[in-house]
């Protein structure tokens, strides 16, 4: 649905998009994920035809978005990082509005205005003007406009900045629904739990550039590796220390693995004293994260 | 709950985008008529006030039979008709502060329908202004039509035409909604002012007498005055109205030259 390849955008100097390639298909969800000004917005917003890309390629379900942006526009929903609404108009005429610029008429606009608000949980608040909604209801109506059109590329530019649990699960049900019925997500957020629950393909941008990519299982094992932390009874074997590269001492061992369950059996199984305490600490996306942008790693007992 | 795949292939017919803007542009207008109620009595006010001294101006200048709405209607409507050019700009600017503005140039509303869809309600709201203050001016304070009603008909057409051109050149000069509240007031003020909307042009200082024909407000209110005043030719009407739309086509044309469709004047609204 998207492919994006060889992208740059400068502003100046300094370099926001660089040489970017990356490719979203129909039903995938890509978690693009950074530091502030890593470049997703810039990304996104080249991606939307709302900045125009110094070089590179942009195509969107064939078509090229940078050359024809206004054949692409009717494909795509975008729900910027800022809130986007007419505080002073109600729901039915926020989502009507967009509605109708989405080509909906008449019943088909009355209805696709209703579902809508029904998927975010506002259908009891159409006729309420969006100034007078919480902050998490303004935000799930911002999104809920993206959505009206039901376009087949979806970018969401941090769609949860901002919102309270209750919200934020509601948006992340209906974004995997949303790429389950075949919809193409592009997913750009600071909140890495996240993009594990969508169980996105994650791509992670940092100045500009991609500095990792891939589905989430596969970039966790290729950066990081989990921990076996055991607290014994009796000192380990030497043999037995060197052989699993076991480290510390005074009773507390860490062990890295790729294979966590199995090394703990051998080890369990092997051990002459007492084992008082044994955990798997395994590598959160977080952690891969931190290591990609060079940043100390962190783990996530388990 | 999802939009079914039924009403998403089957859509009913879109309406053109710069219509659906339109329709979005009126609702906005409607949402803050509070304002446009503000633009239409303010000039009633000093309407009633300065009626009777724009009536001895008038029979100073040897006009017989008059009653001053003459010339307070088409000058007071003009004058602060030229404060409807920040009404025309905050109309784009709102769209700004409202965080609209990316979604809507993300749809498939072209560059041109958001203009178009913007500007036409603008441009109707400002004939429906001086329609409602002429038809008041009828009711209120006696105004009576003597002159050339096309001369009349053309510069009431030309003058918003000039007024929504300069609210989009304002859009495209300014950056921030303190810039465009600065330059479209003090710059409406000077304009009605000078062009003879609030006091008779042969009440003005020597000085503006001879720069007010530079403004177009002086055009407006001459021409409107040659459809109320006996004495005018229909020319008068339309050489007023062709400086207005030349105006107008001019200050459209900068405004195309230096508006920014990407910018996003973020400032805008802090």
């Known amino acids: ?98 509605g109708e610029l989405a080509g909906y008429r008449g019943q088909h606009l009355y209805r696709s205005v209703l579902q809508a608000a029904e998927a975010v949980g506002l259908a009891d608040r159409l006729d309420d003007r969006a100034a007078v909604l919480s902050g998490g209801q303004k935000r799930r109506l911002h999104t809920a406009m993206a959505l009206i059109g039901h376009p087949p590329l979806l970018l969401l530019d941090e769609p949860t900045a901002g919102a309270d649990v209750e919200t934020r699960a509601q948006l992340l049900d209906l974004v995997a629904s949303r790429a389950a019925d075949g ?15 969508l169980r996105a393909e994650v791509v992670i941008i940092d100045r500009g550039r991609i500095r990792a990519s891939g589905p989430l299982d596969t970039l966790v094992a290729r950066y990081q590796s989990s921990r076996l932390e055991l607290t014994l009874s009796a000192p380990m074997p ?40 044994l955990s798997i600490v395994r590598p959160s996306l977080e952690s891969v994260y931190l290591e990609v942008l060079g940043r100390p790693a962190a783990t996530v007992p388990q | 709950m999802t939009l079914s795949s039924d009403a998403a292939v089957d859509r009913g017919g879109p ?42 101006s008038l029979e100073m200048a040897g006009y017989h039979h008059v009653n001053g709405s003459e010339q307070v209607v088409p000058g007071m409507t003009v004058g602060f008709g030229a404060f409807l050019l920040s009404y025309v700009a905050f109309g784009f600017i709102g769209e700004y502060s409202w965080g609209t503005w990316e979604r809507l140039r993300a749809s498939r509303a072209s560059s041109v329908a958001i203009v178009v869809g913007k500007l036409l ?126 105006i107008a086509v001019f200050f459209g044309a900068v405004a195309a030259s230096r508006f920014r469709f990407e910018e996003t004047k973020a400032e805008i609204g802090a």
């Open chain 1, 183 to 197: 919809t193409a997500v592009v997913y750009s957020t600071h909140y890495l739990p996240e993009v594990e629950q």
């Open chain 2, 121 to 246: 309600p603008a441009m109707a709201l400002c004939v429906v202004y001086e329609l409602v203050l002429f038809l008041l001016g009828i009711g209120l304070f006696g105004l009576r039509f003597h002159g050339q009603i096309l001369a009349l008909i053309l510069t009431g057409l030309a003058f918003p035409a000039c007024l929504v051109s300069a609210g989009i050149l304002l859009v495209a000069v300014c950056r921030t909604n303190q810039q465009i509240n600065v330059v479209g007031n003090v710059g409406g003020i000077f304009l009605g002012a000078l062009g003879g909307g609030y006091v008779p042009l042969s009440l003005l200082p020597s000085w503006a007498r001879h720069i007010a024909p530079a403004t177009p407000t002086y055009w407006a209110v001459k021409g409107l005055r040659a459809g109320i005043l006996p004495g005018y030719s229909l020319s008068t009407g339309f050489v007023c109205a062709g400086v207005l739309v030349g």
């Open chain 1, 1 to 98: 649905m998207l492919e994006i390849a060889g992208l740059q955008k400068s502003y100046g100097p300094a370099m926001a998009v660089d040489s970017v390639d990356l490719a979203v298909g129909r039903g995938q969800i890509l978690g693009l994920l950074g530091p502030n000004g890593a470049g997703k917005t810039t990304l996104v917003c080249i991606v939307a035809g709302l900045r125009k890309a110094d070089a590179g390629t942009v195509t969107v379900a064939g078509i090229d978005a940078l050359r024809y942006p206004g054949r692409v526009r009717p494909l795509l929903g975008i729900a910027p990082q800022e809130l986007g609404l007419y505080p002073t108009l109600s729901v039915r005429v926020n989502l009507g509005f967009f």
């Open chain 2, 15 to 56: 309406l053109p985008a710069w219509v659906v803007v339109a329709r979005q542009s009126f609702r906005l207008m409607r949402s803050d008529a509070a304002s446009l109620v503000t633009v239409c009595a303010m000039p009633l006010v000093l309407m009633t006030f300065f009626q009777s001294m724009a009536r001895q």
């Open chain 1, 238 to 277: 030497t043999a037995m220390a060197e052989r699993f590269g076991a480290e510390g001492g005074d009773g507390r061992v860490s062990i890295a693995t790729t294979q966590p369950e199995a090394d703990a059996a051998e080890i369990l199984a092997g051990l002459p004293g007492t084992v008082t305490g």
